[in-house]
């Protein structure tokens, strides 16, 4: 595994324009710290890390689980937010995407 440090200080500014966003739509700080924790870990996968012969799978696997977060995140902004289906959901969703990148990393 190899980290580009200067991508990786860029997925975390994205992240943090991302969480911005939402603060600025919602005002709900759940929201923001999860858009902002989610956003890292995915845009990492896109940008900072690079592993050898999987790499390309794992940018896939990244952008597909990114696009679906914003989504989500859109959702619960405009549809009406609750906590503790947001935390659930989000977790789930975190940890589905921790599990599929460690599979493909590990082969």
């Known amino acids: 595994m190899k980290i580009n440090y200067f ?3 860029i997925a975390f500014a994205i992240s943090a324009l991302i969480g911005y ?3 600025a739509g919602t005002e709900n700080l759940y929201l923001v710290i999860g858009s902002i ?18 790499s390309g799978n794992l940018k896939a696997l990244s952008v597909c689980f990114f696009a679906f977060s914003l989504i989500e995140h ?4 405009f549809a009406g937010y609750r906590q503790a289906p947001y935390i659930i959901i989000t977790g789930i969703f975190i940890l589905v995407y921790a599990m599929i990148f460690y599979l493909v990393a590990k082969n």
Do not use: C, H, K, Y
């Open 7 to 9: 991508l990786f200080f």
């Open 21 to 23: 966003g939402f603060w």
């Open 37 to 54: 924790f989610v956003s890292f870990i995915t845009l990492s996968g896109i940008l900072a890390v690079s592993f050898g012969r999987g």
């Open 74 to 77: 859109l959702i619960f902004s």
